[in-house]
């Protein structure tokens, strides 16, 4: 059976990656719809045969490792099947990132300002109320995409996911601009070293916890996870312990593809990764499921 084709350098969006972006998002709205429901700060949780049947609710945290994923894979998908250069400049890549994030974040913060005024700026005996009090300190540094540096009370409690993902943004400048100067592997080892730091550090400080560096780790494997299904999908085959590689027809054996070379270590890298992009292969290969 052929696996669907190989996204075309340049591609912007792919379907399934969109699909589970929407179930996450879904996921993430339910898990806040239980927390209403259930305040699970106050211990509060459902029993007996409802809490077997809504009890995986609470994981929605799960969710955002989900975007963090997807984010790392897909912003590099382009970038794997290309010269590795952002298309444009880096304010250019800002300017994008920007543009999707800020519009309907600074919109969802002015709604939750005119809500916090007027009617849910008290305690309400829900889980809304590790949102309370909030102040215009904390309304200008959720403005800011800051409230993951300065502590400060959120205007909801919901956002702090919002400035850890445009501050992760920031790593695919910074990971292509060492790939420039060295190797993809060093690259990517930056940024996950980085996120490893950060967890060091929050062991030592609380403080460093509020940038959420876990999710760095995640993101740089998942641009890993990329580069490695697009330019040596023999080791994501044989990650998954199948038999989807590319073949050379002359010998019948695998053949990763030579402008990819990892010094051993595309197999380790490729396992957690390989599950979210077995389906995406290099535009010079055709995979087969035997």
Known sequence: ????SAVPVGARRVGYLDGARAIAALFVLVHHTYCMAYPIRDGIEPTGILGYAVGWMVYGHFGVTVFIVLAGYSLFIALAHGSG???GSVFGFVKRRAWRILPPFWAALLITIVLVLVLIGSPTGTHWDQSVPTSPKGWVVDALLLQDIIPVQDAAYTFWSISVEWHIYFLVPVTLF??????????????????????VLTAWSEKFGRLHPEYYVVFAIAAGGCLIVAHAPTCTARALDSDLCTR????????????FRLGGLELPLARPCARAGCRVASGRNRTRQG
């Open 85 to 87: 250069r952002l298309p």
């Open 248 to 259: 050379n027809h002359d010998r019948g054996r695998p053949v990763p593809d030579p402008r």
């Open 1 to 4: 059976m052929q696996l669907p």
């Open 178 to 199: 060492i790939r420039t100067r060295s190797t993809w592997v060093v690259a990517i080892a930056f940024g996950a070293g980085l996120g490893v730091l950060g967890m």
